[in-house]
C-alpha cells in the first residue's frame, strides 16, 4: 500500500531557482493538502484542494503555487526559491473535505536552498 | 485564529516511566486529533476525541478530551523506546473561512525514551 508519496524525498536548490514537489496518493482520496514544517514551528499549511479543480490558500502561501492535476495528484511550486522557504514539505489528502477522517501523510520532502 | 499549545515541548525519560503531555486552547474545539511523527517520516494518526471528557485507550496511551472541549491529555503509561517520536495534536480550524476542513496543529511534543 503506497498511501501517499512525495517526489523527490531530498532537494537542494540555488537562491532564485525553480521546482516542484511532487505528490500522488492512491487512495482516491478527495482532498489534498500541502505542509511545511519548521523547527519550533509544528506544521503550517501552504495551500489545499478540496476537490479535483480547486485550491485555496492555507496559513503561508507566498511564495508557492500548486496545482490539482487530477484527483490522485497535487503539486507544489516554488517559482524563485528563497532561503526562508528552506524546510520539510509535506503533502496529505483525507478522503473527505468535511468531517473527523484522518489526514493522511507522506514522508516528506527535504528541500535546502542556498 | 485558533491555537493549540502543547507541553512540555520536549520530554527525556527513562525506559519503563510514565508520562502525560498536553494539547490546550482558549478555544473550543468540536474534535481533535492526536498524530505521532517519527523521525524522517510523515505524522500518523493515533486517535481523534470527539465529544467532552471523552476518553480513549491505545494500548499504554491514554487520551483523554476536556470536558469544555478546549483541552486534551496524552498520558503514556511505561514507556518504551519505541514511543520515541513527535506528538502533535490538531484539530479544525473553524475561525476562518472554509476552516472547519482545515486542520491547526499544536507545535508538538518530542518525546525521547531511554533504554
Known amino acids: 500500500n503506497a498511501g501517499v508519496t512525495q517526489t523527490p524525498k531530498f532537494q537542494v536548490l540555488k537562491t532564485g531557482q525553480s521546482m516542484t514537489l511532487q505528490c500522488a496518493q492512491d487512495m482516491n482520496h478527495n482532498s489534498m493538502y500541502w505542509y511545511r514544517q519548521d523547527p519550533g514551528m509544528g506544521l503550517r499549511l501552504i495551500y489545499y484542494?478540496?476537490?479535483?479543480?480547486?485550491?485555496d490558500k492555507g496559513e503561508v502561501p507566498n511564495g508557492y503555487n500548486v496545482s490539482r492535476l487530477n484527483k490522485r495528484e497535487f503539486s507544489l511550486r516554488l517559482e524563485s526559491a528563497a532561503p526562508s522557504q528552506t524546510s520539510v514539505y509535506f503533502c496529505?489528502?483525507?478522503?473527505?473535505?468535511?468531517?473527523?477522517?484522518?489526514?493522511?501523510f507522506g514522508d516528506g520532502t527535504r528541500l535546502s536552498i542556498l | 485564529t485558533q491555537l493549540l499549545e502543547q507541553s512540555p515541548q520536549f520530554l527525556s525519560i527513562q525506559e519503563g516511566e510514565n508520562l502525560t503531555v498536553y494539547c490546550n486552547s482558549s478555544?473550543?474545539?468540536?474534535?481533535l486529533q492526536w498524530y505521532r511523527q517519527e523521525p524522517g517520516e510523515g505524522p500518523v494518526l493515533l486517535v481523534t476525541?470527539?465529544?467532552?471528557?471523552e476518553v480513549k485507550k491505545l494500548k499504554r496511551l491514554t487520551f483523554q478530551f476536556g470536558d469544555a472541549r478546549k483541552d486534551s491529555s496524552l498520558h503514556i503509561t511505561a514507556a518504551q523506546p519505541g514511543d520515541t517520536g513527535l506528538y502533535l495534536c490538531a484539530g479544525p480550524n473553524l475561525y476562518t473561512q472554509g476552516g472547519s476542513e482545515k486542520l491547526v496543529f499544536g507545535k508538538g511534543t518530542k518525546l525521547t525514551v531511554n533504554p
Open positions: 478555544s473550543v474545539f468540536s474534535s
Open positions: 484542494s478540496a476537490s479535483e479543480g480547486t485550491t
Open positions: 476525541v470527539v465529544t467532552g471528557g
Open positions: 496529505a489528502s483525507r478522503v473527505k473535505f468535511q468531517g473527523n477522517q484522518p489526514q493522511h
